[in-house]
Structures are given as C-alpha cells and as structure tokens.
C-alpha cells in the first residue's frame, strides 16, 4: 500500500467504518422487532465495557513499545512513543464488526474486511506490532464470549422489572373515588 493510502487508513479508515456500520445497522433494526433491539443494545453495551475494560487491564499488565521507537523506523503517522498494547483503533474495529455481526452475519462481512484493513494499515504505518492489534480482537472477542451469557440474562431481569412496574404502577397509581 502506497505510505498515503496507509496512513490514510491507519488513521482515519476506523471512523468511516463506524458511520457505514451505523448506517448499516439502523437499516437492519428498522423493522425489527422491539425484544431483538433491546437483546442487541444490551448485547453490544456488554461486548464494548468488557472489551474496554479487557484492553485497559491488559495496558497495565502488558508493555508493547511502538515499533518506531524500538526497531528505529520512521512511522507514517505520528503517535506519542507510549505503549502500543492494545490497540485502540482495532479494538472498535472488532467492536464493530462484532455489532454489525450480532444484527446480521452476511452484512458483518464487509466489515470485516475493513477491520483487517484497519488493523494492517497500523501495523504498516509502524505504530503498532502485530500482538497490540490482535490483542485488541481477543478483547472484543471476551467481550462477545461474556454477553453470549449475560446478556440474557440482563434481558430476562429487565424484562421483569418492566413488566412487573407496569402491573404495578397501572393499579397504585390510579385515583381512588372520594
């Protein structure tokens, strides 16, 4: 990839993959049922706290210095020399694709593909090794692995709060007659 065409997408690829998943993904609830959004918001709430909590737990235990300052290259996008572990931008990548999958497998398809463009753009613009990237994928994939499980049942516990005020709340709060 010409160095433009890589720090194009190391840099900025990630935010026009948000906006087309946004788009993609209010196109495909839009008739959907109530019960299968909510199931969807919980769901990817759960992947993203999981998977921002995941990458900031494995910053501290881990230490991956940039490429650039340790194999002495010049990066195509400049970035403090911090560490590189994990990667921010493929983290939302995975979130992401991760979303858009959990509405519709085939749609997360282009995605996909966008995501490893994000994540070799990085690694290409000399930012970021190779385990920062996938290190970031494996937190959204903990993520995902959590709210296969919880995620129902934060539904089920809503679900009977909500149902259980309606009964509730429609006979306490009625008038009585004087």
Request: no cysteine.
């Amino acid at each position: 990839m010409p160095g433009d065409v890589t720090a194009f997408a190391a840099q900025d690829l990630v935010l026009i993959d948000a906006l087309l998943a946004v788009v993609a993904v209010v196109y495909l609830l839009y008739r959907r049922p109530r019960a299968f959004i909510l199931r969807w918001v919980i769901a990817v709430v759960v992947v993203v706290i999981v998977g921002f909590v995941a990458a900031k737990i494995g910053a501290a235990v881990y230490t991956d210095p940039r490429p650039f300052t340790t194999d002495h290259i010049r990066p195509l996008v400049s970035r403090a020399p911090d560490n590189g572990f994990p990667s921010d931008h493929a983290l939302l990548a995975a979130a992401i694709v991760t979303a858009v999958a959990l509405v519709s497998p085939l749609w997360s398809l282009p995605f996909v593909l966008l995501g490893f463009l994000v994540d070799w753009a990085r690694v290409g613009a000399g930012i970021h090794h190779v385990a920062d990237v996938v290190g970031s994928a494996l937190f959204v994939a903990l993520g995902l692995l959590i709210a296969v499980f919880v995620a129902p049942l934060i539904v089920s516990w809503l679900s009977r709060r909500i149902s259980g005020r309606l009964r509730g709340g429609a006979a306490s709060g009625a008038q009585r007659p004087r």
